[in-house]
Structure formats: C-alpha cells, structure tokens
C-alpha cells in the first residue's frame, strides 16, 4: 500500500493542476468501503478520479491488454487495484470476492459502461449486482474530462444508493436498481456549480 500512496501523492497535484479538477457535491465522497459508479468520458477518467483519493486503493476491472506489459508495470497495476476483465461471470465473482474483504481505505470503481462515451450510454449491471450482494451502497459520479486549456475536468458526485442484500438477486432486480443509477448520472451531467439547472 505505501507504493500507491508515493505514486499518488506524487502524480495528485500535476494531474489535478493540469486539468484543473472540480469536485461537486464534495459531501457525497462516500468515507468507508464503498462501490464508485462512474460514467466513462475518456481515457484519463480512472487516473483523475485516483487523485481524489491519494490514501485509498481503488479496485478497477481493465482490460486485458493492459497487462501485456513487463512484470514490474503488471506488479504496479496491481498494487494500485487494476484487474484484468476476464468475462462477465468470472468479474462478478472476482470483484465480490475483493468486496468482502475490503479494507476501510480500499473502495470498487465501476466505469458502468463499458468503455468509452462520448455521452452517458447504456450501464452494464455489474456494479448493482455486486451492491446486491454485499450491502456495499453505490455512489454515483459524472466525469467530464478536460485539460485546463479546453475548459477542465468537472468529478460530481451524487448522493449514495443503498439497496437490499441479495446473494442471487434476479435480471430484474439489476434492471430496476441500473435503471435508477444511470438516471442519477444523466442528472449529474446537468449539473453546474453545484446547481441542477432547474432540477428538481
């Protein structure tokens, strides 16, 4: 755990300068265990949302690809919580496994949708089934990625879901709870400020 804490504190400011990040809805940033539900904008996205929490370890499903690299850079990935999709069963059970036992500075990030969009697209069910099934509540979170020259980055976050424990929970019971949290997201968008732009 000491390297990600070095590699982060080193890499925070940098980062956060060049694309001058601003935090919405600060009071949201959920402090124990937790699931981060994340619409995914652009490549930099896990990095920016890392810098926010220089003493906690973020697990995060990537793809396989990236660990076609030496064994020093995959020991790295690993450390700072990176894991490699493998299918959508074998993740699920993955990333319960690590739920179970996280620690109180260790959180689950979930780009819900797969990969990149330029807009909020469909969310895949992953991050509800395992909130179902580890009581872990979910935090929604826009992120609009920009260096400070095109604007800057804007992280909102909205307020945490809590849902009921399910060991098995049902298509539809994902379906329904997905439905909510990509809803939640889509209203971050709109979000300026800290102001809803007439949202109620």
Same mark, same amino acid.
């Given at each position: 755990m000491l390297f990600v804490w070095l590699f982060k504190l080193t890499a925070c400011l940098p980062l956060r300068l060049f694309f001058r990040v601003k935090v919405i809805g600060k009071e949201n940033k /959920? #402090?124990?265990?937790?699931?981060?539900?994340?619409?995914?904008? *652009? *490549?930099?996205? *896990?990095?920016?949302?890392?810098?926010? /929490?220089?003493?906690?370890? +973020? /697990?995060?499903?990537?793809?396989? #690809?990236?660990?076609?690299? !030496?064994?020093?850079?995959? @020991? =790295?990935? @690993?450390?700072?919580?990176? $894991?490699? !999709?493998?299918?959508?069963?074998?993740? +699920?059970?993955?990333?319960?496994?690590?739920?179970?036992?996280?620690?109180k500075y260790e959180l689950i990030g979930f780009f819900s949708e797969g990969k990149i969009h330029n807009s909020v697209g469909n969310f895949m069910g992953g991050a509800v089934m395992l909130a179902l099934r580890t009581k872990l509540p979910l935090i929604p979170i826009y992120i609009k990625t920009a260096p400070f020259y095109k604007g800057g980055t804007r992280i909102t976050f909205g307020e945490p879901i809590e849902?009921?424990? #399910? =060991? /098995?929970?049902t298509a539809k019971d994902i379906e329904e709870i997905n439905d909510i949290l990509r809803s939640?997201? +889509? $209203?971050? !968008?709109?979000?300026?400020?800290?102001?809803?732009?007439?949202?109620?």
């Open positions: /959920y #402090k124990g265990p937790c699931i981060l539900a994340m619409n995914h904008g *652009a *490549a930099m996205d *896990a990095t920016l949302v890392n810098t926010l /929490y220089p003493f906690k370890r +973020i /697990y995060m499903l990537t793809t396989k #690809k990236l660990f076609n690299c !030496s064994r020093l850079h995959q @020991w =790295e990935l @690993w450390q700072m919580g990176c $894991r490699p !999709s493998m299918s959508p069963s074998e993740d +699920i059970e993955t990333m319960t496994a690590i739920a179970n036992n996280l620690k849902v009921n424990t #399910k =060991e /098995y929970p939640r997201v +889509i $209203r971050l !968008s709109l979000t300026k400020g800290g102001k809803r732009n007439g949202l109620q």
